[in-house]
Nanobody, 115 residues
Framework: QVQLVESGGGLVQAGGSLRLSCAAS????????MGWYRQAPGKKRERVAI???????NYADSVKGRFTISRDNAKNTVYLQMNSLKPEDTAVYYC?????????WGQGTQVTVSS
């Protein structure tokens, strides 16, 4: 098991930047993959970015070139650097950890981008 706590959300103007953090309650070194989903009001949850235990990354087309996911195994933390934010990036962002048999989720952090 693992508990995940997100932070770093907030209100930002279009074109601005935010960095989300996801702190895990245990070592993330051996976790298969971690990443971020987001859910906007009235929309399905969308996978934003993923990073594997080998640090391979994958991004949704909508955020490629603007968002960067990274991990710091020493701090048991995964980050999502979000640049050039757009109003359509407004959503609750959830961190997850893939432990093979199941996913574990954080409580979410709100990101609001004003135009």
């Amino acid at each position: 098991q693992v508990q995940l706590v997100e932070s770093g959300g907030g209100l930002v103007q279009a074109g601005g930047s935010l960095r989300l953090s996801c702190a895990a309650s245990r070592s993330i070194f051996s976790i298969n993959a971690m990443g971020w989903y987001r859910q906007a009001p009235g929309k399905k949850r969308e996978r934003v970015a993923i990073i594997t235990s080998g640090s391979s990354t994958n991004y949704a087309d909508s955020v490629k070139g603007r968002f960067t996911i990274s991990r710091d195994n020493a701090k048991n933390t995964v980050y999502l650097q979000m640049n050039s934010l757009k109003p359509e990036d407004t959503a609750v962002y959830y961190c997850y950890a893939d432990l093979g048999l199941r996913y574990f989720w954080g409580q979410g952090t709100q990101v609001t981008v004003s135009s």
